[in-house]
């Protein structure tokens, strides 16, 4: 029992330490958030988005096909965490709380096979992409 509570604590654990390392932390002087400051990196991002995004229409030619590769590039990035989270997941199921239960084993490994399946798909689409819209386009 403390095992499996020990494991879940410490998966969340990673969990959040995930979700905290990818924002970036700023210095608060007492009450104070400099709003300037945070609205000046909101037009950046969306600068630097509309560039990207720039930079996929001129790659690709056309605008659909430029957003669609956009999309897909950002499906891409973001599936990477969200499927690590799930394999974890499916191995509590399977080593930590299937011992004793074959249904729990059961379903801990189709949570993981499910999991490794969309993080395959959602890797090799962008690129299956780019070959059937540059190879067959010319």
């Given at each position: 029992m403390i095992k499996k509570v020990s494991i879940i604590v410490l998966i969340f654990v990673i969990f959040f330490g995930m979700c905290t390392s990818f924002t970036?932390?700023?210095?608060?002087?007492?009450?104070?958030?400099?709003?300037?400051?945070?609205?000046?990196?909101?037009?950046?991002?969306?600068?630097?988005?509309?560039?990207?995004?720039?930079?996929?229409?001129?790659?690709?030619?056309?605008?659909?096909?430029?957003?669609?590769?956009?999309?897909?590039?950002?499906?891409?990035?973001?599936?990477?965490?969200f499927c690590f989270v799930g394999i974890a997941v499916g191995s509590i199921y399977q080593y930590v709380l299937g011992i004793r239960k074959l249904d729990v084993r059961d379903r801990g490994f189709m949570l993981i096979i499910t999991f490794v399946t969309i993080l395959l798909i959602c890797q090799v689409l962008p690129l299956v992409f780019a070959i059937v819209v540059n190879g067959w386009r010319g």
């Open positions: 970036k932390s700023f210095a608060v002087t007492g009450e104070e958030v400099l709003e300037s400051e945070q609205a000046t990196e909101l037009v950046e991002i969306k600068e630097s988005a509309k560039d990207k995004l720039a930079d996929y229409i001129e790659k690709y030619g056309s605008t659909p096909f430029g957003v669609t590769a956009y999309i897909l590039n950002i499906i891409r990035i973001y599936s990477i965490p």
